[in-house]
């Protein structure tokens, strides 16, 4: 014969009653006999435990689809009202120069999530070489990658192209980067950089990368790394499909609407893939 809970269907029967006596009558109750609560915990931790695990499970769904709602909500509302970063010709830039949709990245060149992103920014340019050009600048969060942000920086005074294929190379070697001046010489000389003139031009660049900084606080990026495509935010790592729902729904119907040669070109077909994890790092 199964053995009867006493503690449990004590609270089962009685806490109906007594929440029909009102609020203040139970919590009363409840405060005046603890043990009531805590004597049932200890001979149901199974039935607790899932109710808890339930309760977690559902608050993560909720809080998850608020935040949704509300990055929903950001993205619109920046695709009519665009953030404005500064933007120069002297920059670097990946891409067609002349491209409309101008997506600027604020990473660090240690970031994990922010070497997880390169292949995907690739994709984006691959599959919208016409569209799209990647304004990369800094956030400098661990130590050395301020180094790597200006050695970066004073390449591409030299060669764009230089300074392309030596984001690529840390990114590649990240881990060096502890190594500070040496490991960037020798990247740089790979390169055939001019070692003279890129010594000058170190002592110039400084001011840039901290301006990148300042600016990606200012857009609200507190982590790495951050995008604003064509003003519209996009914090982490999110996946190609993130980039692409942005640059559909809202840069190519208003270059189409100006009837610009961008416009008409055809956009890339739907493709289906995985998700991958929102993570700032």
Known sequence: MKKINFSLLFIVI???FLASCGPAFLKKML???PEIITESIKNN??????????????YMVNRRKKQQEKEIATREEECKNPKKPKMADSRVYFGKKEAPITIVEYSDF???YCAKSVPTIKRVLKEYPDYVRILYKHKPLFPG??????????IGMQDSKKARDFHDMVFERKSEIKN???????LAKKLKVDMNKLDKDLSLVGDIVEADK?????????????????GVSVPGALPFSEFKKI???????KLKGKGSKEGKAEAPKEEVEVEEETVVE
């Open 110 to 112: 240690q970031c994990g």
């Open 180 to 186: 500070g001046d040496k490991f960037f010489k020798e």
């Open 247 to 253: 640059i559909e729904d809202c840069h190519l119907p």
């Open 214 to 230: 300042r600016e990606a606080e200012k857009f609200g990026f507190s982590g790495t790394p951050g995008f604003l495509v064509g």
């Open 145 to 154: 990658s301020d180094k790597a942000a200006e050695y970066y920086e004073a």
């Open 31 to 33: 405060k005046d006999h």
């Open 14 to 16: 009685t806490v109906p």
């Open 45 to 58: 931790p199974e039935v607790y435990m899932e109710a808890l695990a339930e309760a977690q499970r559902q």
